[in-house]
């Protein structure tokens, strides 16, 4: 069993979870390393880095296979959708952007947010994506087409984090206002 981490020398580093023993550093970021992503074979890491960077690496090896640099700001967290082959960004542009896997190329921008978007996540079954913003809202987005389905408003502070129930019929966001 191996899990991936980060950390703040602007690395990302893969354990063996049994032994507890470095296998892999990441590196290549020139900023912190702010989120990880495994890809749903298991062969390959996204990383999130504050240098306005996200970048995918093959876990066999530590290569870094591209570097996603369209961001204007600190990339904040990475996600893959359920068959591995886009990838989705959240950004301190206020925005969260789906990228080809294959190329690296940008496909869709979300954009609508008033602040800085810390997380965002495909639904179970890859209709739907999630974002969570300092804006105080979460957002439901077509995944194909980058629409704004719908605005999620209740906190009364900037939002971390939102995941989907694994039904699609559900959803929970973490805000900095001490709810859920």
């Known amino acids: 069993a191996r899990y991936s981490s980060s950390r703040g020398d602007n690395t990302a580093r893969i354990w063996d979870a049994q032994t507890g023993q470095q296998l892999l550093s990441l590196n290549g970021h020139d900023g912190w390393v702010n989120s990880v992503a495994w890809s749903p074979d298991g062969q390959n890491i996204a990383t999130a880095?504050?240098?306005?960077?996200?970048?995918?690496?093959?876990?066999?090896?530590?290569?870094?296979?591209?570097?996603?640099?369209?961001?204007?700001?600190?990339?904040?967290?990475?996600?893959?959708?359920?068959?591995?082959?886009?990838?989705?960004?959240?950004?301190?542009?206020?925005?969260?952007?789906?990228?080809?896997?294959?190329?690296?190329?940008?496909?869709?921008?979300?954009?609508?947010?008033?602040?800085?978007?810390?997380?965002?996540?495909?639904?179970?079954d890859n209709q739907r994506i999630i974002t969570a913003s300092k804006d105080k809202t979460a957002r439901i987005w077509d995944a194909k087409t980058g629409q704004q389905l719908m605005s999620l408003i209740g906190h009364e502070s900037g939002l971390m984090s939102a995941s989907w129930s694994p039904d699609r019929k559900k959803i929970v966001t973490a805000g900095q206002d001490f709810t859920e």
């Not at 190329?103 to 639904?123: E, F, R, T």
Request: charged letters at 20%; a negative charge; glycine letters at 10%.
């Open 49 to 124: 880095g504050g240098d306005f960077t996200a970048k995918i690496w093959y876990v066999g090896t530590g290569t870094e296979l591209f570097t996603i640099t369209a961001n204007k700001k600190p990339v904040d967290s990475v996600a893959w959708n359920r068959d591995g082959q886009l990838i989705l960004s959240a950004s301190g542009d206020k925005s969260a952007k789906i990228w080809d896997t294959e190329s690296g190329q940008q496909l869709i921008s979300l954009n609508g947010h008033d602040d800085q978007v810390l997380a965002a996540s495909y639904s179970p």
